[in-house]
C-alpha cells in the first residue's frame, strides 16, 4: 500500500465508521486495531445497544441519531444483514421525570420535550397504563413513562463488522491484531509506531475508546474510564420479555446517575442466552483500562436486583445466566468529544461514547471523516473540543 492518507486507530464502534467513510470518499486509510474486533475488549460487545430518537441527554443528538439510522438501513441494504430491531422503548423516570441520568436531571422530561420538539411519534402513558401494557414493568403512580414505538435495539458486532468489511471493499487496509505503542506529529503530517512497524500518513484519528486517553492524556484530561457490568438473567415466562411485547428500557429512579437501569428483551433467534440487564457505575474511575477487573461476582448480580430491579422488573431469575464486563469513556457533561489535538492538528481525537453513544456511533464517524477529508479545523455543532 502507498502511504496511507490517513491512519486510524481503533476500530471499534466509531473507529470502523470512521474508517469506511474515509475509504468511500477516496482516501487512502490504514485502521490499525489492537485485538480482532468485533471484541469483547472495550465499549463496543455484549450483543444490544439502545436506539432511540428523542434523546434526554440533550436536543442536539437527535440529529446525529437520525442519520446513524440512514447509514444502518445503507449497510443493511449492502449485507444484507439486519443490524437491529424496532421493539420500542419504555424511558421511566421517577418524581414526574426530574430524576438525573447521564448527568442530566430531569433526563425522562427531557426525552418528553426532544420528543416534541422534533416530532418524533411518542406517547406518555400512565403508570397503570404501563402496567397492563408491559406487565413485567411496576411503575409508581408518581413516575413520568415515555413509551417510543419506533426505537429499539442494534446489535454492535453486527454494526462494527458490517463497517469493517465496508471499508474493506473501499479499499482500506486494515490491521487487526496488531498495537499502537506511539504516535508523533512529523512535518507534514503523523508517525505510528505499533508492535509490528512504522507508519507514516498525512493525518491520523483516534478513535481508541477507553485507550484514547492515554495518547492524548492532555487533551482528553476530562475523560475518564469506568468498568461497567453486563448480566443476562432467565425470564420466568419467556413470552413476557419477547421483542414486540417487551420494548427496551431504561429506568431513572433516584438522585444521581448511579440509580438507574437498562435492559432488553430477548433477542430472537438467541432467546437461550436470557434477558439482559445493567446499571450504570460511575464513582470509580480506572486509571489504566489495561487493569479493569475483567472478572464479575454473583454478588453484582445481587447488588443490581436489590439497588434497582426488586419492586420494578419482574419475572426475572436471582442467579445470573452469565456476565460481562464493558467499558465506558465518559464526560462530565455526557457528551462526546471530536476535535483536532492542540498542538498537532493534523490529528483528530474522537471520544464519542459517555454512555450512549454507539446508537450515535455510525453519524460521527461520518462527522471524522468530514472534517479529515475537508481540513476542517473547528469543532462540528453538537460536539465539544477537546480540553
Not at 176 to 190: K, S, Y
Not at 215 to 229: K, S, Y
Request: hydrophobic content about 40%; overall charge negative.
Amino acid at each position: 500500500m502507498p502511504r496511507p492518507d490517513v491512519i486510524v486507530i481503533g476500530l471499534g464502534a466509531v473507529g470502523s465508521a470512521a474508517a469506511w467513510q474515509l475509504a468511500r470518499r477516496g482516501l487512502r486509510v490504514l485502521g490499525i486495531d489492537r485485538w480482532h474486533p468485533p471484541h469483547a475488549m472495550g465499549s463496543t460487545h455484549g450483543e444490544t445497544r439502545i436506539t432511540r430518537t428523542a434523546i434526554g441527554e440533550g436536543e442536539q443528538f437527535v440529529p446525529l441519531v437520525r442519520r446513524s439510522d440512514e447509514i444502518w438501513a445503507e449497510l443493511e441494504e449492502v449485507g444484507g444483514e439486519p443490524l437491529g430491531l424496532r421493539c420500542g422503548a419504555l424511558i421511566i423516570g421517577a418524581e414526574g421525570g426530574t430524576t438525573e441520568m447521564h448527568g442530566r436531571p430531569g433526563f425522562v422530561a427531557g426525552t418528553v420535550a426532544a420528543a416534541c420538539s422534533f416530532n418524533v411519534p411518542h406517547e406518555v402513558l400512565t403508570a397503570d397504563e404501563c402496567r397492563r401494557c408491559f406487565p413485567a414493568f411496576h411503575p409508581s403512580d408518581s413516575d413520568l413513562v415515555y413509551y417510543e414505538p419506533g426505537a429499539g435495539m442494534l446489535f454492535p458486532e453486527r454494526c462494527v463488522a458490517a463497517q469493517l468489511q465496508a471499508a474493506r471493499n473501499a479499499g482500506a487496509d486494515l490491521r487487526l491484531g496488531e498495537q499502537v505503542l506511539a504516535q508523533q506529529p512529523i512535518p507534514g503530517g503523523v508517525r505510528v509506531t505499533t508492535d509490528k512497524g512504522v507508519y507514516e500518513a498525512a493525518e491520523a484519528v483516534i478513535a481508541a475508546g477507553a485507550w484514547a486517553p492515554g495518547f492524548a492524556p492532555h487533551a482528553l484530561a476530562r475523560a475518564t474510564v469506568t468498568r461497567q457490568v453486563l448480566h443476562w438473567l432467565q425470564p420466568d415466562d419467556p413470552a413476557l420479555f419477547e421483542a414486540g411485547r417487551c420494548p427496551v428500557y431504561i429506568w431513572a429512579h433516584g438522585a444521581t446517575s448511579d440509580d438507574s437501569f437498562y435492559g432488553f428483551p430477548l433477542v430472537p433467534g438467541a432467546e437461550a442466552n436470557g434477558v439482559k440487564v445493567a446499571d450504570e457505575q460511575f464513582l470509580h474511575p480506572l486509571t489504566d483500562p489495561d487493569l479493569v477487573e475483567r472478572d464479575t461476582t454473583d454478588d453484582e448480580t445481587a447488588a443490581l436486583l436489590a439497588d434497582h430491579l426488586d419492586g420494578r422488573l419482574s419475572g426475572l431469575a436471582r442467579t445470573a445466566l452469565r456476565r460481562a464486563t464493558c467499558l465506558y469513556t465518559s464526560t462530565p457533561d455526557a457528551g462526546f468529544i471530536l476535535d483536532r489535538m492542540p498542538g498537532a492538528d493534523r490529528v483528530t481525537l474522537v471520544s464519542a461514547c459517555s454512555g450512549h453513544g454507539f446508537k450515535h456511533s455510525a453519524a460521527v464517524g461520518e462527522q471524522v471523516a468530514l472534517m479529515v477529508h475537508e481540513g476542517r479545523r473547528s469543532v462540528p455543532d453538537g460536539f465539544s473540543p477537546a480540553a
